[in-house]
Each structure stands twice: as C-alpha cells, then as structure tokens.
C-alpha cells in the first residue's frame, strides 16, 4: 500500500522569507500524481499545486514551486515571500494514475504552517 | 456557484445514537468521497462511490455507513458501533470519467461531530 510521510509537524517562517516543507512518500507504481493542498483555519480544502510522476519538470504556480525527486520519492513544497495569508495545515498527496474511476488520494499527516510578522 | 455543501456545519451527539452527516454536490460529479481527519493523522478515506447505488470502503470503514441514491447526495451515517466518533469529516467529489485524470478533488467545508 503506498504511504505518505510528512516528517515535520509544524514550521514557521518570518514573512517575506521562503520556507520549503518536505514530504515523502512509498510507492511501487511508476506513474502517479502528487498534490498539496492547503488547509486555513476555515478548514477549506485548497488545492496548491500537482504534479505528474511522468513529467520532470518541477511544477510552478506562482509564489509556489515543488522540488520533485522520483527516485528519492520526495516531493517538497518551497513557498517564496511568505504571506501571512499561507499560514495553514499542509498536505501532501498521493493518487495512483487512473484511466477513469475514482480518485483514491493518500494524504499525509500535515505540517502547520506559521507566519511571523 | 458550483460546489459542495456539508450540513451542519457543528453536530453533537450522545453516545449510542447514530447519525448522519449531509453532503450534496451541483458540480456534476460521479465520484464523491468520505474522509475523517484527525489532529496528527491527516485525512483518512472511510467510503466512497463511483457511480449511483455503488459504494465501496475506504481504509476505515468499520462502523461507518453510507448510501448513493442520487448523484448529487452521498450521506455518511456514523452508527453506535464506531468507536471514536469524535472528529472532523469531509466529503469530496471528483471530475466525471473523460476529463483530465490529474483533476484535484474537490471538497466541502466539512462537519466537526462531538460525541459526548
């Protein structure tokens, strides 16, 4: 069964700097996708960012990018000027690729997030 | 707006009563999930369903119960055989079959049950 590991319960950053969460994960499949999703105090489950296994292009979505590592099996988050508005639980994701069916994603345990000001 | 609507949002309860936490969709959506979070543990898949009247378990299913007879609704039953109730429950949806397989879920605002 694939697992996903979050090794860092919480961290925090000065706002303004760059932090990079890490996450790993077990897997015997060679194709896959990776999330990670936010989580701000209303709970709200937001996408930030994926990749696909296939792909060695690291992702990029604005001020936040992934350093995907395949045969490492690490998938790292770096969030670039941090804003007090990041600060939120963390999730990194796992899903099996699929012709059609459901989406069964494995999370992580979650990293908490904290911006000083 | 499409979306995804859990009701209610607070839910409480004594123990030994079941009960059941809403979840309708007007995104269109074949796929609909439940997951149970926990501090420390992250989100752990307890049912879902592909199509209408078709369900299967997730990793933790024991004393949890669900039904899909609409698309649109998928209502988790949290029954007195569940040992630890207390948590915080999403539900999701995913993209019908044909668009882009790399589709995020997406969920609701969740419900966080108390039993006491």
């Known amino acids: 069964a694939q697992t996903v590991t979050q090794s860092q319960p919480e961290m925090s950053v000065q706002e303004a700097e760059t932090v990079t969460l890490s996450c790993t994960y077990d897997?015997?499949?060679?194709?896959?996708?990776l999330f990670w999703y936010k989580q701000p105090p209303s709970r709200q489950m937001i996408l930030v960012i994926r990749?696909?296994?296939?792909?060695?292009q690291n992702a990029t979505e604005n001020r936040f990018s992934v350093n995907f590592q395949k045969a490492a099996k690490s998938f790292s988050l770096k969030i670039s000027d941090s804003q007090l508005g990041d600060a939120a639980m963390y999730f990194c994701?796992?899903?099996?690729?699929?012709?059609?069916?459901?989406?069964?994603?494995?999370f992580g345990q979650g990293t908490r997030l904290t911006i000083n000001p | 707006d499409g979306g995804i609507t859990q009701s209610p949002k607070y839910l409480f309860r004594k123990e030994g009563q079941n009960v059941t936490l809403s979840c309708e969709q007007n995104?269109?959506?074949?796929?609909m999930y439940w997951y149970r979070q926990d501090p420390g543990q992250g989100l752990r898949l307890i049912y879902y369903?592909?199509?209408?009247?078709?369900?299967q378990k997730g990793d933790i299913a024991e004393g949890y119960s669900v039904s899909r007879e609409k698309k649109e609704s998928f209502p988790l039953t949290v029954t007195s055989a569940q040992k630890n109730p207390t948590a915080f429950y999403l539900c999701?949806?995913?993209?019908?079959?044909?668009?882009?397989?790399?589709?995020?879920?997406?969920f609701g605002n969740g419900t966080r049950l108390t039993v006491t």
């Open positions: 999701a949806s995913s993209s019908p079959s044909g668009t882009p397989d790399n589709s995020p879920l997406h």
């Open positions: 897997t015997s499949e060679s194709d896959y996708y």
């Open positions: 990749q696909e296994a296939y792909k060695q």
């Open positions: 994701a796992y899903r099996r690729r699929m012709i059609q069916g459901a989406q069964k994603l494995v």
């Open positions: 995104l269109n959506h074949d796929a």
């Open positions: 369903s592909q199509i209408v009247n078709d369900f």
